[in-house]
């Protein structure tokens, strides 16, 4: 059990608890005692794609913390919270809405290397201590801002002016939280007419690692002349992991009772998709294996998942003719 389980977080469900709920599948399953990792931290009122990472996947963990995100993401106007989501108590109101139109022609002021200030709620430390626990204790807490770079930011669902995405109903499908917000009714009208006011937008951002989603539709609501916060957060990629190969829990514990995880378990070269394959003798494997490092390797700098056959050994750095560890896996 090397590799990686792919989970569709859902509502409510923070990411530490992603990691315990594969834990006990696998103790469930009685496969034994392996290490667990989350790659990436997905907020409690954030779902969709959440990696797991088990066995020596571990070692690649942290990869996907630097790895871009593709989310679906829903700001409603005229309410900003001090969380910036549905979860905080309003801050600032507006009567302003804005027409699609408008939208769209700010959406390109976000788009490329942009400068961002993180949310006080947030888990970035401010003297030792995490941000959000200083802004529950009532303290003001300013964080400094940060370059992030926002690749592609779009309507989600252009033939329904910009509403809710496939991606978002299946995961709105596994709770109906949401609905008990008094911030927040989702519509579910026709599609907005050309020049009408809009209460909400749903837009899809791929996001350079650091990039906070809620910061982006608070300066986006601001930039359009009103304030807006975060209603709906779906991850619909994480590095190369997409919703295709992702599970619900339910799914997770019954093949855990049914001793199938490993139907699920995705191998450990899936979280290194984006990295050449480097095929390697015996007598070589067995160097690296040692942690030393290799000489004369006719190969281009760079990255490569070196491999004995099909058994991976280490994620290598070629440089110079030389081929160094990065990450050994003990298989």
Not at 35 to 64: C, F, N, Q, S, W
Not at 303 to 311: D, I, M, R, S, W
Request: proline content about 6%; overall charge negative; cysteine-free.
């Amino acid at each position: 059990m090397h590799g990686w389980i792919i989970l569709d977080k859902p509502l409510g469900l923070g990411s530490t608890q992603g990691v315990s709920a594969v834990k006990r599948a696998l103790r469930d399953g009685g496969y034994g005692k392996f290490k667990v990792g989350h790659g990436g931290t997905l907020d409690p009122l954030a779902t969709g794609v959440l990696p797991i990472a088990i066995g020596e996947a571990t070692k690649l963990a942290g990869r996907m913390l630097d790895s871009d995100k593709v989310y679906d993401f829903t700001i409603a106007f005229g309410v900003q919270t001090d969380t910036l989501d549905l979860e905080g108590v309003e801050i600032a109101a507006s009567d302003v809405r804005p027409t699609r139109a408008a939208i769209e022609a700010v959406l390109p002021r976000f788009t490329g290397p942009i400068a961002q200030v993180p949310p006080a709620y947030s888990a970035l430390k401010v003297d030792g201590e995490r941000a959000y626990d200083l802004a529950r204790a009532g303290q003001e807490v300013v964080l400094a801002s940060r370059d992030v770079t926002i690749h592609a930011l779009t309507l989600s669902s252009p033939e329904r002016g910009g509403g809710p995405s496939e991606a978002w109903w299946r995961g709105r499908a596994a709770s109906e939280a949401l609905e008990e917000s008094p911030l927040h009714q989702p519509s579910a009208g026709p599609p907005p007419r050309a020049g009408e006011e809009l209460d909400e937008i749903t837009l899809s951002a791929h996001v350079s690692k650091g990039t906070y989603i809620r910061s982006l539709a608070r300066d986006i609501a601001l930039a359009l002349g009103t304030v807006g916060h975060v209603t709906m957060l779906r991850r619909t990629r994480a590095g190369p992991f997409t919703l295709d190969p992702a599970i619900s829990l339910d799914k997770l514990a019954d093949a855990a009772k049914a001793r199938q995880l490993e139907t699920l378990l995705l191998p450990l070269r899936a979280g290194l998709v984006d990295i050449p394959a480097l095929s390697l003798t015996p007598d070589q494997a067995g160097l690296l294996r040692q942690g030393q490092v290799l000489a004369g390797i006719a190969a281009e700098e760079g990255q490569y998942f070196a491999l004995l056959g099909e058994v991976p050994v280490a994620l290598v750095e070629a440089q110079a003719g030389f081929v160094r560890v990065v990450r050994g896996f003990n298989l």
